[in-house]
T-cell receptor, first 112, second 113 residues
Framework: SQQGEEDPQALSIQEGENATMNCSYKTSINNLQWYRQNSGRGLVHLILIRSNEREKHSGRLRVTLDTSKKSSSLLITASRAADTASYFCATDGSGGYQKVTFGIGTKLQVIP | DTEVTQTPKHLVMGMTNKKSLKCEQHMGHRAMYWYKQKAKKPPELMFVYSYEKLSINESVPSRFSPECPNSSLLNLHLHALQPEDSALYLC????????????FGDGTRLSIL
């Protein structure tokens, strides 16, 4: 299965701290994406990193990609209570760009 | 507010009922998706439409029947569902070109009695 695995599965931090989530996947990819899902809501796209990129920033988000290790990390700096959500990595693969497989997710709790 | 609208938000149906889930987007996206998400699990891809044609069917049981009547609408027809089909059903859309993010609706929470 292409499904990625996030690590840790649950993370609890204080507001203002940084949160790091990791994702590992199994086969070659064209790109890797990170999504956020608030409880009872749909997924919100955060950032996309292409297989030829190693690092990407967007606001308080920093994503790295290591294709040799088939892994990615998402760093949220200066976390806020509003960042409390589940975070999923998503990869495409041999099935094409549209055949996206989501990892098992990290549930992040930011305590005010 | 999301740009992908799904109706209804909640649906309770018996195993013999026929119902439909609806999804609408006006972002000009020509790829649309159905996902199934069980509690505490990631979304699982069910179907993909590209240019209103079914391009991916992830071996979904025939009691789920997708339909894409035009570039803005996506339906999922349900018939003779099982209790294990209870889940959150998410619709998404994207540009067809590669490396494009998907935009999700807030889903329909389906309960099968």
């Amino acid at each position: 299965s292409q499904q990625g695995e996030e690590d840790p599965q649950a993370l609890s931090i204080q507001e203002g701290e940084n949160a790091t989530m990791n994702c590992s996947y199994k086969t070659s990819i064209n790109n890797l994406q990170w999504y956020r899902q608030n409880s009872g809501r749909g997924l919100v796209h955060l950032i996309l990193i292409r297989s030829n990129e190693r690092e990407k920033h967007s606001g308080r988000l920093r994503v790295t990609l290591d294709t040799s290790k088939k892994s990615s990390s998402l760093l949220i700096t200066a976390s806020r209570a509003a960042d409390t959500a589940s975070y999923f990595c998503a990869t495409d693969g041999s099935g094409g760009y549209q055949k996206v497989t989501f990892g098992i997710g990290t549930k992040l709790q930011v305590i005010p | 507010d999301t740009e992908v609208t799904q109706t209804p938000k909640h649906l309770v149906m018996g195993m013999t009922n026929k119902k439909s889930l609806k999804c609408e987007q006006h972002m000009g996206h020509r790829a649309m998706y159905w996902y199934k998400q069980k509690a505490k699990k990631p979304p699982e891809l069910m179907f993909v439409y590209s240019y209103e044609k079914l391009s991916i069917n992830e071996s979904v049981p025939s009691r789920f029947s997708p339909e894409c009547p035009n570039s803005s609408l996506l339906n999922l027809h349900l018939h003779a569902l099982q209790p294990e089909d209870s889940a959150l059903y998410l619709c998404a859309s994207s540009q067809v070109d590669g490396n494009q993010p998907q935009h999700f609706g807030d889903g329909t929470r389906l309960s099968i009695l």
